[in-house]
Nanobody
Framework: QVQLVESGGGLVQPGGSLRLSCAAS????????MAWSRQAPGKERELVAT???????NYGGSVKGRFTISRDNAKNTVYLQKNSLKTEDTAVYYC???????WGQGTQVTVSS
């Protein structure tokens, strides 16, 4: 069964904001570092951000300062707040546990006028 479900994607104008959510199973959420990655058209898959259970975060170089990863341990949910969006941020965004190479099916984010 699917253990990671992303939501919150959609169409947004450049400069806008969007928050993605990832509902994870407790077995994954409580054990592993969680992360967001993305695959943009014509580009390699990129690790966007990671977060530990205690809240320590790391970001990929292209999004730091604009995106914020967070987690609600009580809800087994990871979030990605995306501000100042650019057309280059258009991608399918995936949530998962990179240490065990376990990712969800993704949610499409399109940044366009």
């Amino acid at each position: 069964q699917v253990q990671l479900v992303e939501s919150g994607g959609g169409l947004v104008q450049p400069g806008g904001s969007l928050r993605l959510s990832c509902a994870a199973s407790r077995s994954i959420f409580s054990t592993y570092i969680m992360a967001w990655s993305r695959q943009a058209p014509g580009k390699e898959r990129e690790l966007v951000a990671t977060i530990t259970f205690s809240g320590t975060t790391n970001y990929g170089g292209s999004v730091k300062g604009r995106f914020t990863i967070s987690r609600d341990n009580a809800k087994n949910t990871v979030y990605l707040q995306k501000n100042s969006l650019k057309t280059e941020d258009t991608a399918v965004y995936y949530c998962g546990a990179p240490t065990i190479m376990n990712w969800g099916q993704g949610t499409q984010v399109t940044v366009s006028s």
